[in-house]
């Protein structure tokens, strides 16, 4: 697993690999920032009618202000991370066959297919949106609102990750064995590689 993170440090500086990693949060970045531009003023009004129905800060509106401001960029950013997951079902197969060919020279035999990417991505990503509603309460308290994303982006690119990682090398046999045999693994990368999001600029670096 060391091995697999020294040579994604490395691939940080792959000119080619990081252009393509961009991709994805460029285009949700402009896609959701007209949005919010062309929506603002609906947007700050569903941010005010919840400050109104919070206990004791309804008549603060140096509070209720906050609350708009940061709610707003924290949708804003929480749409950018699901929507550029699915991108990046579009572009995997150019980033793992850049690695590909730089580390491993495996040999294409795999099942993985565009559409299968992106049924994974869009599977996480109904299920990342029911339980971000759920933990909405999380969201509001110091500390856990970070654990909170943190699992949550875990679950949203833990399969996607691991589908366009090995898919196309592997037959469905292969893939569903080295899965069960590396759970944990799986699951501790796509944990140290959501925590990048927490550090807007990072993000790029979660599909290297």
Not at 18 to 26: D, E, M, Q, V
Not at 54 to 59: A, C, K, L, Q, T
Not at 147 to 154: E, G, K, R
């Amino acid at each position: 697993m060391i091995d697999i993170l020294l040579k994604s440090l490395k691939d940080v500086f792959d000119k080619e690999i990081l252009f393509a990693s961009l991709i994805p949060i460029i285009v949700a970045a402009l896609f959701w920032g007209i949005v919010f531009f062309i929506f603002h003023t609906q947007i700050n009004s569903f941010f005010a009618y919840i400050a109104d129905h919070i206990p004791f800060i309804s008549d603060s509106n140096w509070i209720k202000n906050i609350i708009e401001t940061i709610g707003g960029i924290f949708i804003y950013y929480e749409l950018l991370i699901i929507t550029s997951v699915m991108i990046v079902g579009i572009i995997a197969d150019k980033i793992v066959d850049k690695i590909n060919k730089k580390y491993y020279n495996l040999e294409k035999k795999g099942f993985g297919t565009l559409f299968g990417s992106l049924s994974i991505s869009l599977k996480q990503n109904i299920i990342f949106i029911l339980l971000f509603l759920v933990l909405i309460p999380a969201m509001f308290i110091p500390m856990l609102n970070i654990l909170a994303n943190l699992i949550l982006w875990t679950i949203l690119i833990k399969e996607p990750m691991y589908y366009d990682s090995i898919a196309m090398y592997a037959t469905k046999d292969e893939y569903k064995q080295l899965q069960k045999n590396n759970k944990l693994k799986i699951i501790i990368i796509a944990f140290l590689s959501s925590s990048l999001f927490l550090v807007p600029l990072f993000g790029v670096f979660v599909y290297v």
